[in-house]
Nanobody, 117 residues
Framework: QVQLVESGGGLVQPGGSLRLSCAVS????????MGWYRQAPGKQRDLVAS???????NYAASVKGRFTISKDNAKNTVYLQMNSLKTEDTAVYYC???????????WGQGTQVTVSS
């Protein structure tokens, strides 16, 4: 069973930065995809960025150039560096893991990011 624990959320002013961390425990396998999703009140949960076991990354158009996803295999941690934050980035951010080809998946509990002056 894969467990994910997010941290690093908080309140930041527009234009500021935050770094989210997702600590991963359990057997994630050799082929997998990990991602950060976000969900604002009254909206669906959307993919923000993803990274696969080979290091390939993908970003939502709204965050491309501002956010960077990375992973530290030695620390079993996935990061989301968020720069130039905007009020519309306010949401609960969730870490997600999916194994390939099993399709097994896990979610973290979420961390709140609020961008406000």
């Amino acid at each position: 069973q894969v467990q994910l624990v997010e941290s690093g959320g908080g309140l930041v002013q527009p234009g500021g930065s935050l770094r989210l961390s997702c600590a991963v425990s359990g057997s994630i396998g050799s082929i997998y995809a990990m991602g950060w999703y976000r969900q604002a009140p009254g909206k669906q949960r959307d993919l923000v960025a993803s990274i696969n076991s080979g290091g390939g990354t993908n970003y939502a158009a709204s965050v491309k150039g501002r956010f960077t996803i990375s992973k530290d295999n030695a620390k079993n941690t996935v990061y989301l560096q968020m720069n130039s934050l905007k009020t519309e980035d306010t949401a609960v951010y969730y870490c997600h893991w999916q194994g390939v080809p099993s399709g097994r998946a896990s979610w973290g509990q979420g961390t709140q990011v609020t961008v406000s002056s």
